[in-house]
């Protein structure tokens, strides 16, 4: 597969990287008419048995397509912190966002690793955890309408080309990429853990306008290598993506 990104070339680079802070960083993004797929992962440090589909995780940031025909998203969920290990990336909205797919019919249960590939569930992760075979699988209709996603100086602005009622929510999220934590107690006690493609930042914006701003949460500065971004509309009806931009902030020629 063909490395698209990633800190691997020089030490010297991939430590500069780590240095960066959200307020410094800028993006510039516009979507394609084919929507790439939305890969939400449903994760938690406290579950022994997540590990596995994390590591699978970040192996997709040196696969091709990243961005444009595939977004990772891994959303850290609270209902395991009470198992002895309190998951700092966790949140309740995150577990809320799974159990409403579950409300909605789209996926039949609640649990962890639990993969969502652009509102439909992918149980067969477990026995096929192949790229190729979902993206094969899950197909997004064509949309012309232009999603736009901008990031400077700590703040997000994102415009949409489309009929407005025709889209349900307006989402923005921030993902953390080389994050690593050493689990002291619960049911991964003594691991070291890595994530990329971490929830940090998750925004439901009011889809009655075309345009919207907002402050991101810089709170994990400290904690992460890099930084990505997603904004996506989604289908009126159901909770399945209509358009989507998603990449990398890089560090601003100004800094």
């Not at 979507?31 to 440090?45: A, F, M, N, R």
């Not at 940031?61 to 977004?71: C, I, K, P, R, S």
Request: net charge negative; with cysteine; proline share 3%.
């Amino acid at each position: 597969m063909k490395i698209v990104t990633g800190c691997a070339l020089t030490l010297v680079s991939c430590f500069a990287f780590a240095e960066q802070k959200l307020s410094t960083l800028t993006a510039d993004l516009t979507s394609q008419d084919k929507p790439p797929v939305l890969l939400e992962l449903y994760t938690s440090e406290g579950c022994s048995s997540c590990p596995r589909a994390d590591r699978w995780l970040r192996k997709l940031d040196q696969a091709e397509g990243l961005w444009t025909e595939y977004v990772p998203m891994a959303f850290h969920v609270d209902y395991w912190n009470y198992l002895g290990w309190k998951d700092r990336f966790s949140s309740q909205r995150y577990s809320d966002r799974q159990r409403k797919y579950q409300n909605d019919g789209q996926i039949n249960s609640v649990y962890t690793p639990g993969f969502i590939v652009s509102g439909q569930e992918w149980r067969s992760w477990f026995s096929n955890p192949s790229l190729e075979y979902v993206l094969d699988k899950v197909q997004t209709p064509e949309n012309k309408a232009v999603l736009q996603l901008n990031v400077e100086n700590g703040r997000y602005q994102i415009s949409y080309s489309g009929e407005l009622s025709d889209i349900g929510d307006v989402n923005f999220a921030l993902l953390g990429m080389g994050i690593k934590t050493s689990v002291k107690r619960g049911e991964n006690h003594g691991r070291n853990l890595e994530h990329d493609f971490v929830v940090l930042d998750w925004q439901k914006l009011d889809k009655n306008r075309d345009n919207w701003t907002g402050q991101i949460d810089s709170q994990y500065d400290h904690e992460v290598e890099g930084y990505a971004v997603v904004a996506w509309v989604e289908n009126a009806a159901i909770n399945t993506p209509k358009q989507v931009v998603a990449g990398y902030l890089s560090r601003s020629e100004e800094s």
